[in-house]
């Protein structure tokens, strides 16, 4: 097990903890910070198979999810604004 | 090089998983805001740039730098965002929470809902 | 030519804010960090406002992303007119402590956009 794996084993239990919380709640603004963590857990693991594969495509990707994952927030954040929590 | 990444991307999975933890621990959505999504936000900043040290290409040194800035203006943005939906919403304030200078600007939903709502 | 001449000469100005706020960032996420890992809560929590010399625009917008990118405080509304921040802090002990602290990061700041 190099720091490689370990590091994909860490970001799912991040992961994990970010669902529970998403399904937790109470309000839809823990939810959009949940999904906000889970993103960041994807986008490093994503990193990280990168490296264990060495396509230099995932490369593109993580940069598109980092500026999706911007726009997804602003939108849940009108989200929240508009809906009683 | 490898070492280099080595660190920095344990450093940053380390606070990756502070920040799912402290998202479960805290009381309210404003402390869990302030405190997690940030160490988040930096903890993939700082995988990030040691996926690019270890890959050690120009090509992955200037996407892994595009996609750190974007994440530096991304996370304190929607941080922001949230905040004040949420605020804006009534999310309820943690029970210790001493001042709240905010209210009054803002019209919520109910007002003090940091008290018993008086029945 | 002095919109080229302003920026270089502020450069010194312009590292020293990043590395204040690269100072301030590790330091708070050590202090979130802790907190998250010992049992118990030693936070107290209060959103305070904030009265700023910036001028709006610009210098507004960066300074209230610099106070929320630190974890533990979080600017929550701005009052468009006074350019004052409401934000919200982990660890509030007196207003004047709190103000101060802002204050330091906002001079580092106005020197370098100025």
């Known amino acids: 097990m190099n720091l490689i794996d370990l590091g994909l084993a860490v970001l799912a239990l991040s992961f994990a903890l970010g669902i529970i919380r998403a399904v937790r709640g109470p309000s839809v603004g823990d939810r959009a910070i949940a999904a906000d963590l889970c993103l960041y857990a994807i986008v490093g693991a994503i990193a990280l198979l990168t490296l264990r594969t060495t396509y230099d495509e995932f490369l593109d990707v993580i940069l598109i999810a980092t500026l999706l994952g911007f726009l997804a927030t602003i939108a849940l954040g009108a989200l929240v604004g508009r809906r009683d929590s | ?119 | 030519m002095n919109h080229v001449i302003g920026p270089v000469r502020r450069l010194p100005h312009i590292v020293w804010a990043l590395l204040v706020f690269l100072w301030a960032l590790a330091m708070s996420n050590v202090r979130v960090a802790w907190e998250i890992l010992t049992p118990g809560f030693s936070m107290t929590p209060a959103i305070i406002r904030v009265p700023t010399a910036t001028r709006g625009g610009w210098e507004t917008t960066l300074l209230a992303n610099m106070i929320t990118m630190t974890p533990g405080t979080l600017s929550l509304e701005v009052d468009e007119d006074t350019h004052d921040l409401y934000v919200h802090t982990l660890y509030y002990t007196s207003r004047e402590a709190f103000l101060a602290d802002i204050a330091r990061l906002e001079r580092t700041l106005l020197k370098a956009t100025r």
């Open chain 2, 1 to 119: 090089m490898d070492l280099i990444g080595g660190l920095l991307i344990s450093l940053g999975v380390f606070l990756v998983l502070l920040a799912g933890i402290g998202l479960l621990r805290f009381p309210d959505v404003y402390i869990r805001s302030s405190a997690t999504t940030k160490a988040g936000g930096l903890g993939i900043a700082l995988v990030l740039a040691g996926t690019a040290f270890a890959m050690g290409t120009t090509e992955a040194a200037v996407k892994m730098g595009i996609a750190i800035v974007l994440q530096f203006i991304g996370a304190p943005v929607s941080g922001h965002v949230i905040g004040r939906a949420a605020y804006r919403a009534g999310a309820p304030l943690w029970d210790k929470t001493v001042v709240d200078e905010l209210q009054g600007f803002v019209e919520r939903p109910h007002e003090r809902p940091h008290e018993p709502p008086v029945r």
